[in-house]
Each structure stands twice: as C-alpha cells, then as structure tokens.
C-alpha cells in the first residue's frame, strides 16, 4: 500500500494536523533521503541527516508500555533536530498545504486518511513503528540524549522557542495560517 491521497478536508482545515506536529519517517524514508536504496544507515550517516543545514528532520520520542521509542520524524519550524517541542508546525507546510512531492512523504504523512470534522486516520500506528525503528534504537537514542543535553545547556531550545512565537507573530499579523 502507498497510502492516502490528502483529501478536500485538509484544505477545510489548512492541515490541522500539520500545524500541530511533523509526520513520522520510516527507516525506509530515510534510507530514501540518504540516497540509500536498501541496507541501513549507521550512527554517523544519521547525524548527518540530521545535522544538515536547512535539514528536514528531527529524532524525536515517544513512550509506552515498552518504554521509548525512538524514531525519526519532520523537523518543527524553527527548532531543531532534536525534537523536545511537543507541538509545532510542520517544517513543510505552507500555505498552499504540503511542500514534499507525494514519493517524498513520508509515510505518516502518506498513511493518514484524511476524514470530515478533522477524524483523520493514521494507519502507520505506533506499534508499526516500534517495529520499524526496533533496529536504530540504540544510535537514535544516544544521538538524542547526547544533543538534548547539549542543546539545553547552550540555551539552543530557548532561542529557537523565542523564534517560533516570533515566527507566529509575525504570520498572525500577516493574516497568514502557516
């Protein structure tokens, strides 16, 4: 399956969703980025996805009964590639919706199934992807931890959340959404 085409309801609501947080990659997204065709990606090759100027992604987190997973996903405006920002707009949203040619989606963006009254399906559920990133646990969590604390201790998340109230400031006044 390669997923779902975004339907009139993401329009109605200029991508409710995107405005909250950036779709989840798969391994294969990012094997995809990296110009990767199959194999996997080591430790290093992920940092510098990550780290890349004008870079896309962000490793970010999330907890249940198996403890953390960690995976990575679209950067938030403004912040970085560690993803301590529990909500922000999707790095490439625009007014007009989504930036990314369909084939460069990635696959929480293209597994959601646009719904009326803003109940869109995600059809790439957690525990598919606690499967999927099962393999990268150990190098995305220490690039995580390593960059979280070092990114706190320089005031990195300060600025960038001083950016982005800026950044909304700034659309509000404009009359913008995005």
Same mark, same amino acid.
């Given at each position: 399956?390669t997923?779902y085409? =975004?339907?009139a309801e993401?329009a109605?609501?200029?991508?409710k969703?995107?405005?909250e947080?950036?779709c $989840?990659l798969s391994p294969?997204d990012?094997?995809? !980025?990296?110009?990767? +065709?199959?194999? +996997?990606?080591d430790?290093?090759?992920i940092?510098?996805?990550l780290? +890349?100027?004008?870079?896309?992604y962000?490793v970010?987190?999330?907890?249940d009964?198996?403890? =953390?997973?960690f995976y990575l996903?679209?950067?938030?405006?403004c912040?970085?590639?560690?993803?301590?920002d529990?909500?922000?707009?999707?790095?490439?949203l625009?007014?007009k919706?989504?930036v990314?040619?369909?084939e460069q989606? =990635?696959?929480?963006?293209?597994?959601?199934? !646009?719904?009326?009254?803003g109940?869109?399906?995600?059809h790439?559920t957690?525990?598919?992807? /606690?499967?999927?990133?099962r =393999?990268y646990?150990? $190098?995305? !969590? $220490?690039i995580?931890r390593?960059?979280?604390?070092?990114?706190?201790e320089e005031?990195?998340f300060d600025r960038c959340?001083e950016?982005y109230?800026?950044?909304?400031?700034?659309?509000?006044e404009?009359? /913008?959404?995005?």
């Amino acid at each position: 399956m390669t997923g779902y085409d =975004p339907g009139a309801e993401c329009a109605l609501c200029k991508g409710k969703c995107c405005r909250e947080k950036g779709c $989840s990659l798969s391994p294969e997204d990012m094997l995809q !980025s990296m110009g990767k +065709k199959d194999g +996997k990606a080591d430790r290093q090759e992920i940092l510098e996805l990550l780290k +890349k100027e004008n870079g896309q992604y962000a490793v970010d987190f999330f907890t249940d009964q198996e403890g =953390p997973c960690f995976y990575l996903r679209m950067k938030h405006k403004c912040y970085t590639f560690v993803g301590v920002d529990a909500i922000g707009i999707c790095i490439a949203l625009e007014e007009k919706g989504c930036v990314l040619p369909k084939e460069q989606r =990635p696959k929480g963006g293209r597994f959601l199934e !646009s719904r009326a009254g803003g109940q869109c399906i995600q059809h790439y559920t957690k525990q598919q992807m /606690r499967e999927d990133w099962r =393999p990268y646990q150990e $190098s995305l !969590s $220490s690039i995580y931890r390593e960059y979280e604390k070092l990114f706190r201790e320089e005031g990195t998340f300060d600025r960038c959340d001083e950016a982005y109230f800026a950044y909304l400031r700034r659309t509000h006044e404009a009359g /913008r959404t995005v």
